[in-house]
């Protein structure tokens, strides 16, 4: 039973910082590629970063250089820091985990936390 949890969105002003956090059972989180994606009001989802299992990091254009993907094996915890926050920013905050087996690329997004709110006014 795959379970995501998403912690850590707040209210901050422009140029603030929020780290969110991605608690993950039901699954052996070390094994798995996962990503942020996010969702404004009213828009459609976008994807935001992604980390493979061994350490790759990949950002979207509109995040790099002010946020961070990372991940605490261990304690099957993924990471998202978030800094220099800008309005754009505003939206709820998911993490997801691929499907299994030799086709996980084939959806990247296929469990979804139910996401923490993020607001930036």
């Known amino acids: 039973h795959v379970q995501l949890v998403e912690s850590g969105g707040g209210l901050v002003q422009p140029g603030g910082s929020l780290r969110l956090s991605c608690a993950a059972s039901g699954f052996t989180f070390s094994s798995y590629y996962m990503s942020w994606v996010r969702q404004a009001p009213g828009k459609e989802v976008e994807w935001v970063s992604s980390?493979?299992?061994?350490?790759?990091?990949y950002y979207a254009d509109s995040v790099k250089g002010r946020f961070t993907i990372s991940r605490d094996n261990a304690k099957n915890t993924l990471y998202l820091q978030l800094n220099g926050l800008e309005p754009e920013d505003t939206g709820t905050y998911y993490c997801?985990?691929?499907?299994?087996?030799?086709?996980?690329?084939?959806?990247?997004?296929?469990?979804w936390g139910r996401g923490t709110q993020v607001t930036v006014s």
């Open positions: 997801t985990k691929p499907s299994d087996g030799s086709s996980w690329y084939a959806d990247v997004h296929k469990f």
């Open positions: 980390m493979h299992s061994g350490g790759g990091t």
